[in-house]
């Protein structure tokens, strides 16, 4: 590590990706600022500024490997404060439009706990670094500097209302979903951002359930996949931390689920396998339902501009958006923070290397698009340009490794992998997979019965 002196960065948005990023600034600059509009609460509680935060979150275990890279400790510490690590698929039930998946022993993981408990241990490992000053009620409105180069941000005190700008050699905007960085370059004569967007109209409604301690104990997490087509519902029950479950609804355009407390269950009992309703018909709701809708994946392309100001970077949901059914979001924030890592260690604050890492922060979102977008368009109301020939080749083929997956437990685990985006999408085509994608299923249907028992090895 290596810091030179009197360099000053400055972080957009204290979420989850902007503490990681204040984090590996920390690492080689004197002194760090991280603005966020709200407050920042001192335990795992919910703020105004994440409200995705009321809905259910899974952790991709490669994007907690990444973090905890990144952050040495924070894997530890979010299984310390009370994150479940449950092997996926060993401990996660996944039904596909094929069946079950077998619950196979593998190494893969995921974390399951409240987004609030993530986020806090994130502030509460990073923010002892004294390089760090967090100011918080406190939102950037603007950009300093030109076309050319970022030289800060303007701000503005949410209390009293009194706008300030603060200077710094390095910007990271990571203000998530709700960003106007593209306008903010646009005001500052740079010129649009292309975006991409595709919406397949997904929504969500999330409610909190207290089960009977042995219930909560001997519960797989469960994951039905969304279906795009027919009936395209879904839904997922997670383990939180203190004996609790997110149940999950999931919609698409013309299937969303309503925001009801009544209308909860009702909804839940439609779904492919009643095993959710079930349940939580079984357990006790806390608090009422919560709704989420707009969840489109949406990618404003920053690495596309034809020049790129020095000084800024941006990412974390403000550079890609994702469809949250597929659970890829702070995987790819992570990711897109290690690069900037990769690249600060590798070029240091020099000319040309927020450019260099702004394609990698783009990079490291590919596979998720992919993965996302490829299966949102088969959706017949969606709102993004069509299916082209070779992605309804790629979703053939997803089909039969996923059919195929239903039975042969080797290929469950490498479907999961990709999933998780542990591994590349390619790792698809080894020539067990393929076989077995191509033989098919050797009965013609998987067990109905949701895999509830416990793993025994
Ligand atoms: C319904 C839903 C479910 C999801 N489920 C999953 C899941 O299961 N797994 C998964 O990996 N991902 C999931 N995601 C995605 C995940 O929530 C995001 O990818 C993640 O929060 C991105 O982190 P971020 O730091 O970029 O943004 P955020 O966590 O949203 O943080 C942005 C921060 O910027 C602050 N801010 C915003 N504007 C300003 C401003 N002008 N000035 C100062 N501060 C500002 C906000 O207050 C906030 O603190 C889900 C998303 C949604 C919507």
Redesign the pocket.
Known sequence: MSTKSGQHGLV???????ILAAHVLAARMDSVTV????GLPGRPEP????P?AR??????GA?ARTADALVPGLLRAWTTAGAHRLSAPGDVAFLTKFGWLPRTPHDEFVLCCS?DLL?WVVRDLVLRNERITVLTE????GLTGDAQRITGARLRDRATGEHTSLEADFVVA???????VDDWLGALGLPKVPVEVIDAGTA?ATRIFCPAPDRHRATPGIVMIANVTGEATGGVLLPLEDGLWTATLIGMRGSEPPVGDDAFLDFAKGLSHPVLAELVSEAAPQGSVRG?RG?VNRRPRFDRLPRHPEGLVV????AC??N?SH???????ASAVAALHAHLEQYGITRGVAARIQRAVSRSAATAWQLSVSDDLRHPDVVGSGLSPAVRVQNHYADRVMRAATERPAVARALVDVMALAKPVTSLMRPRTLTAAFRGPRRRLASADAPLAPRTT
């Open positions: 957009l948005g204290g979420g989850f990706a902007g603005v966020e509009r709200d703020r105004k500024g994440v995705q809905q259910s979150h899974l952790f991709m994007g987004r986020d406190t939102e950037a409105v990571a203000t998530g979903r709700s960003s106007r969500y989420f969840l990412l974390g949901d403000a958006t994702l949250p659970a890829h979001g702070m995987t790819v924030a």
